[in-house]
Structure formats: structure tokens, C-alpha cells
């Protein structure tokens, strides 16, 4: 609602507790923009620079979060096999089927890595972080000349 000194919200209920942290939220983010009486409404796209939507500005928001950017260009390389980039892929996404996967699906069964028998078998401590793929990665990375 509004007039000529201003407008104000008006509610067509009263919130709950839980609703009272969004409603401040909103209200504060509200606070300080103007409206420009005679302008046409239109919806703007602020994460692209023509103020467009499109998937790819969608894309490199969301992908924006200072992470390393995914090597895709390595794994998707006419170099490397198909089979071996798909798993690079599916194991970069957490989607092998490992024995947490399993157990996530509804599989009742014990989960121990059958390497080490120590830890839960997920994929980071297969590839990663089990005591016996460190060594196998240790080995393959000194064929190649890498510390």
C-alpha cells in the first residue's frame, strides 16, 4: 500500500515465529530502493551484463563459489579413454557406486573399504584417502616423474 509520502506493507495474516527471520530479511533488502513512478515494470537478469537471463549466466552464478574449476577439458580429452572418463566423472560427482551409495539406497550391509578395513568405503577414501590407494597413487605418480 502506498501513498504520497510513501508506501508501507500491509499482511494479510500475522507470521509465525519461524517466518519472522525472512520477513526481516525481506524487509531489510527493501529498505533503500526507490521506485520510479512512470516506468514500465520489467524483470532484469543482474548476474549478466545485458541484464538477460540465459543458462549460461545461470550456470557461471551458481559455479561462482571460489572453488577450483572442474578440469573438464582433461576428462572429456580425445586422449583419454571413454571408460576412463566417464568413471573420472561419476567419481568427481560422488555417483559411484560405492558400499555408502549402497547403504543410501537401502542395501543393509557392512561398510568397510576392502583395502584397508578400516574406514566406511565412500569414493574419496578409495581414490584418496585409504593408506593402500596413497601408496598406488605414490607408485603411478613416480612413473611419471611427480612428488
Avoid at 89 to 96: D, F, L, N, Q
Avoid at 139 to 146: A, K, W
Wanted: hydrophobic share 45%.
Amino acid at each position: 500500500m502506498g501513498d504520497a509520502r510513501g508506501w508501507y506493507p500491509c499482511f494479510s495474516r500475522p507470521f509465525n515465529d519461524w517466518e519472522m527471520e525472512a520477513v526481516v530479511s525481506l524487509l531489510s533488502f527493501l529498505q533503500g530502493k526507490r521506485l520510479f513512478v512512470g516506468m514500465e515494470d520489467r524483470v532484469l537478469w543482474n548476474a549478466s551484463k545485458n541484464e538477460i537471463f540465459s543458462v549460461k549466466s545461470l550456470y557461471n552464478t551458481l559455479d561462482s563459489s571460489g572453488a577450483v574449476p572442474f578440469p573438464w577439458r582433461i576428462i572429456w580429452s580425445p586422449c583419454v579413454p571413454t571408460k576412463v572418463g566417464f568413471f573420472a566423472w561419476e567419481a568427481s560427482w560422488g555417483k559411484v557406486l560405492t558400499q555408502d551409495q549402497l547403504k543410501r539406497r537401502g542395501w543393509i550391509l557392512a561398510n568397510k573399504c576392502f583395502l584397508c578395513c578400516d574406514e566406511e568405503e565412500t569414493i574419496n577414501h578409495i581414490l584418496i584417502h585409504c593408506p593402500k590407494a596413497r601408496v598406488l597413487w605414490n607408485l603411478v605418480f613416480s612413473l611419471f616423474g611427480v612428488n
